[in-house]
């Protein structure tokens, strides 16, 4: 990783929590060859990607996880049927019917391959990474997105329903689609993040990262 940009990037856009990287280790080898703290105890997604930004570095399994997006979401555990079929989503009270529900369901783009682990902690300290998280206040956010369009042109798929935020937007969204996500958060990750009100979210598939650091830069940095 180039640590002088990210730690550019971090300061340019005023961000109060660092940059956060997030690597899937699809293979228990994997996990065993990561230099990351191994975590005792259970929190959820978002809780990692929060003590990530403060500078703490985990590597986590499912049985890690204090909730069921993070491993449903990421490939470490199997997806119920009662999520495929939004159940659980219409009987949460937070969708009117159940095709509501399913299609809710439908768009959370969980990652189908199986995967061990993750190793979350400060993009400026990883060897490498498949997804960036930054956390922030909508002007750093509307920075990023600016980098982007310097870069790549106009975002095409923008995808969130206010759930899911960490697990589904965050990290899963840009990984399947390959570009980036915005995030409006949610009750859980903002409790679980400590996340000021005006606190949007940006998920971004490692392969983008540099090109919208490029773009802010050049744009921001004086």
């Known amino acids: 990783m180039n640590k002088e940009t990210i730690l550019k990037v971090q300061d340019c856009l005023g961000l109060e ?3 956060v990287g997030v690597r899937f280790l699809v293979y228990e080898k994997d996990f065993e060859n990561s230099p990351a703290e191994e975590f005792n105890g259970k929190i959820r997604l978002c809780g990692f990607i929060s003590k990530a930004g403060k500078g703490r570095k985990f590597k986590v399994t499912k049985e890690n996880f204090g909730c069921s997006g993070g491993p449903t979401q990421t490939g470490m ?4 049927e009662g999520f495929k079929s ?5 009987y949460s009270g937070l969708y009117s019917d159940l095709a509501i529900a399913r299609n809710i369901s439908d768009s959370l783009m969980r ?3 199986k995967i061990y682990g993750l190793e979350i902690m400060p993009l400026s300290e990883m060897d490498d990474a498949d997804v960036v ?11 990023l997105v600016q980098g982007y369009t310097y870069s790549y042109g106009v975002p095409q798929n923008y995808i969130s329903v206010g759930n899911a935020a960490a ?10 689609k390959n570009d980036i996500n915005l995030s409006f958060m949610c009750c859980g990750a903002r409790t679980s993040t400590l996340s ?5 979210g940006m998920g971004i598939p490692m392969n983008k990262f540099y090109g919208i650091a490029d773009g802010v830069l050049a744009i921001y940095s004086k």
């Open 86 to 90: 939004g159940q659980v989503h219409k």
């Open 196 to 200: 000021d009100h005006g606190e949007l």
């Open 167 to 176: 697990c589904s937007d965050m990290v899963s969204k840009p990984f399947m």
């Open 77 to 80: 555990s199997v997806v119920s």
């Open 133 to 143: 998280v930054v956390i922030g206040f909508a002007e750093s956010i509307m920075k």
């Open 17 to 19: 929590r660092q940059i």
């Open 111 to 113: 990652i189908p391959q």
